[in-house]
Every structure is written in C-alpha cells, then in structure tokens.
C-alpha cells in the first residue's frame, strides 16, 4: 500500500466525535462566511468607483479577492461533504478538486505579478505607466489561469488513460490524492512543486530586496519606511503562507506517520494554515491598510447602514 493510500486509511479509521465534527465545521463556516462578506465589499468598492477599474494594482487585487472567493467557496463546501456525505462519486470529486487546484496555484502567481508591479512603480517610476497598462493586466491574468490550468489538467487526462472506468463512478473521500491516485501524478506534482516554489520565491524576493532598498534610500521620513517595512513584511507572510500549500502533501505524509490516531486532526490543522489564513490575511493588507480603498470602503458601508436605518425607520413607523 502507497503512502497515499495509508493516509487515506487513517481518515476512514479515525473518525472524529459528534462533538469534534460540530466543532470544526462551525469554526470552518464562520472564517467562510466573515472572509467571502469582507470580499464582497471589496468587489463591490471595486466596481463602484472607477479610479480602482483604471489602476492595474487594484485589478490585481481584486481578482486576488474573486480567486480567493472561489477557492474558500470550493473548500469550504468540499469539507462540509467530506463530513456530511464522507464519500462522493469520484467523477463529481475530481471536478471540485480541479476547480480548488486552479484558484489554489493562481494565488501565488497572482502575489508575484501584484509584487512586480509594485517593483516597476518603486524601482522603475518612469516606466510605471508604460510597462503597467489596463490591457496588460489582463492579459497576465490571463497567463495566471493558463499556467494553473496547464499544470494541473494533465492530472485528470492522465487519469482518464490509466485508470479503470469503474473507478471513476466509485466514491472516495475526497482529496487530491484519492481522485487522481497514480504515483506518476505524485511525482509530477512533487516536482512540479520544488520548481513552482524555488522560482516564484525567488523571483518575490529579489523583487522585495530591491524595493526595500529603494524605499529606505528614497525615503528621509522614518515614520514612512517603517510603514514600508511593515508592509513587506506583511507581503512575506502573505506569501509564506500561500506557498507552504506546495509542503502540504510532505507534511502531511509526515503528520500521518507521527500521529496516525489524529490524522483527522492534522488535515484539519493544515486546511486552516494552507486554506484559510492567506485567505483571511489578503483583504487585510490589500483592502483595509490600503488609505484609498480603505476610504472608499468606508464610504460604501456608511451609506449602507444610512440607506438600512431610513428605510427601518420609514417602514418600521406606519405612522
């Protein structure tokens, strides 16, 4: 039996208490719903004033918000199934874990483009406007989904070719490594996955160096560069985060050799670390520390609460 398979075991043997499974769904569905109604704002600022559909930092922030929306939408509902139903058909499993795989590697191609641009405004500031277009924003965005989409759909061709087809009308838990099994998938994806990690990382550091020192040589106002300084560092974290989901299956193999009896537990301790908490920081250093979004936002949500209490008091008084 693979290593993929044993974990798979462990989940089916350790199930967890009524008490624990109530537990773990409410903390899930509350950081769901909190996250996606915070982003819902954001889209709508977003959509609502046209200095934000004009500037490629905040296009690329707001599909950052769309993308995160969708993958929290995705893996939210897939952990309310895998406790509610436990197994699905393996067909309807491959397609949520596709569309989860998609929006999952956007984010750390979507922070990349987002720290570039951010390096051409800070290092190259008379380029800014040529290089930095509307048009080639989305055109990048583009690239993003079709990066995503090229690595993770071999998967399921692969699998459609190796795999038997009454595999595919079966039902499994469901996870990457139940629906697309095969030890090649395992290796591509492990590889891929060094690669995808040592580039992009690499790429995001030297870009954050080289603002970090512009900043600091440009900038006389202490009080200014710290704030600098505290927004790169909000950056790595951000991205740190986003990218231990390319660890996630090594340590998860490790959790479940460590600690077979509460394998549960470590998915449950590695969904909210890898899933959830980059979700929860973007709209964060993104939305809310941002003084012009932030603003406008404020703007929106007061007229809301105005437009909400007149209307109460109008139909809450026949009178």
Not at 136 to 158: H, K
Not at 188 to 205: A, C, G, M, P, S
Not at 264 to 272: Q, T
């Amino acid at each position: 039996m693979n290593v993929s398979l044993a974990n798979m075991t462990l989940v089916i043997q350790y199930r967890d208490s009524y008490a624990k499974a109530v537990t773990k769904n409410v903390i899930v569905i509350a950081l769901g719903i909190s996250i996606n109604f915070i982003n819902a704002n954001l889209i709508h600022t977003f959509r609502k004033h046209q200095i934000f559909n004009t500037n490629p930092r905040y296009i690329l922030f707001i599909h950052l918000v769309v993308n995160d929306m969708i993958q929290l939408t995705l893996t939210v509902g897939l952990f309310l199934l895998s406790y509610i139903l436990h197994r699905i058909n393996v067909s309807l499993c491959c397609f949520f874990i596709l569309l989860a795989l998609f929006t999952t590697e956007n984010t750390p191609l979507n922070l990349a483009c987002m720290v570039a641009e951010c390096f051409v405004a800070v290092c190259l500031p008379l380029r800014h406007a040529q290089l930095c277009t509307v048009r080639r924003t989305y055109l990048l965005m583009g690239l993003i989904w079709a990066t995503s989409i090229v690595s993770v759909l071999p998967d399921l061709f692969i699998s459609l070719v190796i795999e038997p087809l009454d595999f595919f009308y079966s039902q499994v838990f469901c996870l990457r490594e139940s629906a697309f099994r095969s030890p090649h998938l395992i290796m591509k994806r492990d590889v891929y996955y060094v690669v995808y990690l040592v580039v992009v990382w690499l790429t995001i550091l030297y870009a954050y160096l080289r603002i970090m020192i512009t900043a600091r040589a440009a900038n006389t106002d202490a009080k200014n560069a710290k704030k600098a300084m505290n927004t790169v560092l909000l950056h790595g974290i951000q991205l740190l985060l986003c990218m231990s989901t390319y660890i996630d299956p090594l340590l998860k193999q490790l959790l479940a050799f460590w600690f077979p009896e509460n394998y549960r537990d470590s998915l449950f301790a590695c969904y909210i670390i890898n899933q959830i908490l980059p979700r929860f920081i973007s709209p964060i250093i993104y939305g809310l520390r941002d003084k012009n979004f932030r603003t406008y936002l404020a703007k929106d949500l007061m007229c809301k609460v105005t437009m909400a209490t007149h209307t109460k008091t109008v139909f809450g008084n026949p009178s």
